[in-house]
């Protein structure tokens, strides 16, 4: 949930080992401030509104002289946040008034003075239970707690339902990640960083290029195949291809996807498939000329037994595709769209453009061979 508020693309969140390892891998592409995102998974995001009873002190002592120098049962001690308060311990109650579990939104926004704050929304039963719980307090000091420190102390002056303010010494964007993390939901456990590795752009470019060279090499392998082995027809199959290609960048385009190397491999493996709709079609073609047909009759016949074959081989990759992407990670789901984005383009390229380039070209050349 965290991660999704970042806006990435195509984030990955895996396990490190079986179903009951403690270690989780997380890869962020685009990331510009790794310490700050480092800050947002590592926060634990408990929070709680729990009243004041004694403090600040500057110890611990002094806030349980008068109860015979122990906490009370129902109390505990905790210290401010030197960074948004002025420090020092309070004596506050153990058990809160709401917790974040009660909060429905939050987001960052600004105070009475124009400084940077949070507002929240509570939950509906959340806003029942603080506004009975600030009726009874009125005039006492009410602390915010954020992952065991308190961020902000303040007197209720009245009642308080559903929706508050968060003051603080925040800086706008410790404002937004605090709003961040508390509207993505508090973690039931803290989390130590064991292994960080940042990527750098020299890599990640040379990544891509390979990537891109991979493509270019493969594309002009399929090319001079098509062209030596079928002739003419070879150059219809390449005029289809371009088209395949030249749709499925368009749509990733229209769609502002981020190219990934998983995603060169979609697109590798769907110049392939066209491929091979064109080389059946071209295969039951001069299955039709051998067997003594006209060139109309044996391109009709052609298209026409090749269809289920083609529809058949595109359509089942293309539900294995819709699984890689319900299911996989990041990297896996790039792969799937675009391989989902060139078979749909193929059906329509090998299938109508292909056989558009065949009348085209035989149109008025009745009687003439077809180099196939």
């Not at 602390?143 to 010494?169: F, M, N, P, W, Y």
């Amino acid at each position: 949930n965290r991660v999704d508020e970042l806006g990435l693309s195509e984030p990955t969140i895996q396990r490190q080992g079986g179903i009951s390892a403690e270690r989780i891998i997380v890869e962020l592409p685009g990331i510009e401030n790794p310490e700050r995102v480092q800050n947002i998974l590592k926060t634990t995001a408990m929070l709680e509104w729990k009243l004041v009873k004694a403090g600040p002190a500057a110890d611990q002592e002094t806030l349980v002289k008068d109860s015979g120098g122990k906490i009370p049962e129902d109390s505990e001690i905790l210290r401010g946040d030197l960074k948004r308060t002025e420090g020092g311990y309070y004596l506050v109650s153990r058990v809160p008034a709401v917790t974040g579990k009660d909060l429905r939104n939050a987001r960052r926004s600004v105070d009475e003075w124009n400084n940077p704050a949070v507002s929240f929304v509570l939950s509906p039963e959340g806003g029942k239970r603080f506004y009975k719980f600030t009726s009874d307090n009125i005039g006492k000091p009410l602390a915010v707690v954020l992952d065991g420190k308190i961020q902000q102390v303040a007197t209720i002056k009245d009642r308080i339902a559903e929706s508050g303010i968060i003051h603080g010494r925040f800086t706008p964007d410790e404002a937004e990640d605090i709003a961040l993390v508390l509207r993505a939901g508090a973690l039931p456990a803290s989390i130590k960083i064991l292994e960080n590795r940042t990527v750098g752009p020299a890599l990640g470019v040379d990544s891509i290029r390979k990537g891109l060279s991979s493509g270019v090499i493969a594309l002009a392998l399929v090319v001079s195949f098509m062209v030596v082995y079928y002739q003419l027809a070879g150059v219809n199959a390449v005029v289809a291809l371009a088209l395949n290609t030249l749709i499925l960048f368009g749509v990733l385009a229209y769609f502002r996807a981020t190219l990934t190397l998983p995603g060169i491999a979609g697109i590798i493996l769907s110049i392939g498939m066209a491929v091979d709709a064109n080389v059946l079609v071209f295969e039951r073609i001069k299955e039709e000329l051998a067997a003594g047909k006209s060139v109309l009759s044996s391109i009709v016949a052609g298209f026409t037994r090749a269809l289920s074959a083609i529809i058949d081989s595109n359509l089942t990759t293309v539900i294995s595709a819709v699984f890689l992407f319900q299911f996989g990670t990041g990297p896996i789901k790039g792969y799937a769209v675009t391989l989902i984005i060139g078979l749909m383009a193929n059906m329509f390229t090998a299938v109508f453009v292909s056989h558009l380039i065949f009348d085209l070209t035989v149109s008025g050349k009745k009687g003439k061979k077809l180099s196939i």
